[in-house]
């Protein structure tokens, strides 16, 4: 009866040790389009299958390169100004990029190291953007921690 327990127990352990799935994605595109699909869109569905495995993705999004058009609080104030494509529909994406945040847990990780090249201050990031000293130290821990790597350029 002993090892029936014991063998219960090791199964249910087991069985909950694998309810969750976590992914890095290494974001540096300027490309709007690249963007939509392989952040906003992928990340919705690729959570939407785990949940109906009955498993939890945890997603963290290292953003550096091109990619620090999307978290601005106003792009209108920065370099990014003169981008036609950016501006046009900015009010829009800045929304679903928050939804990522409040809705499906994203975590937004921001390289400290290059804001300056593209004149960015904290104060010029939306608040649930964390600043780190730069991707790299993001994109080690991540992938010390488990998570799997998919670059986004």
Same mark, same amino acid.
């Given at each position: 009866?002993?090892?029936?327990?014991?063998?219960?127990?090791?199964?249910?352990?087991?069985?909950?040790?694998?309810? &969750?799935?976590?992914?890095? /994605?290494?974001?540096?595109?300027?490309?709007?389009?690249?963007?939509?699909?392989?952040?906003?869109?992928?990340?919705?569905?690729?959570?939407? /299958?785990?949940? &109906?495995?009955?498993?939890?993705?945890?997603? %963290?999004?290292?953003?550096?390169?091109? &990619? $620090?058009?999307?978290? %601005?609080?106003?792009?209108?104030?920065?370099?990014?100004?003169?981008?036609?494509?950016?501006?046009?529909?900015?009010?829009?994406?800045?929304?679903?990029?928050?939804?990522?945040?409040?809705? /499906?847990?994203?975590?937004?990780?921001?390289?400290?190291?290059?804001?300056?090249?593209?004149?960015?201050?904290?104060?010029?990031?939306?608040? /649930?953007?964390?600043?780190?000293?730069? &991707?790299?130290?993001?994109?080690?821990?991540?992938?010390?921690?488990?998570?799997? $790597?998919?670059?986004?350029?």
């Amino acid at each position: 009866m002993k090892k029936i327990l014991l063998l219960l127990l090791t199964l249910s352990t087991l069985m909950f040790a694998e309810t &969750s799935v976590k992914v890095v /994605y290494d974001l540096t595109t300027k490309n709007i389009k690249a963007f939509e699909m392989k952040i906003l869109k992928a990340i919705v569905a690729n959570k939407a /299958y785990y949940e &109906s495995k009955l498993k939890e993705l945890d997603v %963290t999004v290292v953003i550096h390169g091109g &990619s $620090y058009r999307y978290f %601005t609080v106003d792009p209108t104030k920065t370099e990014y100004k003169t981008d036609k494509e950016l501006l046009a529909d900015y009010t829009n994406l800045k929304k679903r990029v928050k939804t990522m945040h409040d809705t /499906y847990d994203v975590e937004f990780l921001m390289c400290g190291a290059g804001m300056p090249k593209h004149g960015l201050q904290a104060k010029d990031i939306v608040p /649930y953007v964390k600043i780190i000293p730069n &991707s790299t130290i993001g994109l080690i821990d991540r992938q010390n921690e488990g998570y799997a $790597y998919i670059p986004v350029n």
